[in-house]
Antibody, heavy 118, light 111 residues
Framework: EVQLVESGGGLVQPGGSLRISCAASGFTFSKYWMHWLRQSPDQGLVWVSDIKGDGSNTHYADSVRGRFTVSRDNAKNTLYLQMNSLRVDDTAVYFC???????????WGQGTTVTVSS | QSALTQPPSVSGSPGQSVTISCTATSSDVGDYNRVCWYQQQSPGTAPKLLIYDVTIRPSGVPDRFSGSKSGNTASLTISGLQAEDEADYYCTSHTTYNTYFFGTGTKVTVL
């Protein structure tokens, strides 16, 4: 069964850092672009970042560029998102997702909640 | 202002057809041929891919769902509306900067 399981969410103060993870199983992880997306009541669904299968290419939304870093460990079938200089408006449910169709994501994790608050 | 504008809500009775529009207001979407549609049953839960590349349905998606495009407006049509189709629907587009825009979302209500 193809599965993505996020972990690492939690409560962090503004200006703080957090790393969230996504464990993949049931498919050849290294062959796929992977994405991070987030959803908050205020901003709806928002694309955050993506990374190529071999990790050689990454892209970021303007709102997180320079603060967030996406990476992956293909030996561990795991995707990461390092989030620094967190702001209150980064509060959201963060989803990892697989790009199994052209410019589309076909498998999503269940999400992990990140709350930025003092 | 979002780069992809959707109506906040649409509704229909069982068996009817409803159409959700997604209008691009930014030239960053390029030729607007990389449009996808997702269904989300409730906020905070994993969305489901319904359509990619404007018109293509992934395996397992009922043919009641269809996509189209005219100019800078893409559309999702649900034919033969069913109670289980009540959900939020989002369009997305890849951009010329290798990022993605999401639409503002549309709530479909089955009367």
């Amino acid at each position: 069964e193809v599965q993505l399981v996020e972990s690492g969410g939690g409560l962090v103060q503004p200006g703080g850092s957090l790393r969230i993870s996504c464990a993949a199983s049931g498919f050849t992880f290294s062959k796929y672009w992977m994405h991070w997306l987030r959803q908050s009541p205020d901003q709806g669904l928002v694309w955050v970042s993506d990374i190529k299968g071999d990790g050689s290419n990454t892209h970021y939304a303007d709102s997180v560029r320079g603060r967030f870093t996406v990476s992956r460990d293909n030996a561990k079938n795991t995707l990461y998102l390092q989030m620094n200089s967190l702001r209150v408006d980064d509060t959201a449910v963060y989803f990892c997702a697989r790009s199994g169709a052209p410019y589309a994501v076909d498998v999503w994790g269940q999400g992990t909640t990140v709350t930025v608050s003092s | 202002q979002s780069a992809l504008t959707q109506p906040p809500s649409v509704s229909g009775s069982p068996g009817q057809s409803v159409t959700i529009s997604c209008t691009a207001t930014s030239s960053d979407v390029g030729d607007y041929n990389r449009v996808c549609w997702y269904q989300q049953q409730s906020p905070g839960t994993a969305p489901k891919l319904l359509i990619y590349d404007v018109t293509i349905r992934p395996s397992g998606v009922p043919d009641r769902f269809s996509g189209s495009k005219s100019g800078n407006t893409a559309s999702l049509t649900i034919s033969g509306l069913q109670a289980e189709d009540e959900a939020d629907y989002y369009c997305t587009s890849h951009t010329t900067y290798n990022t993605y825009f999401f639409g503002t979302g549309t709530k479909v209500t089955v009367l």
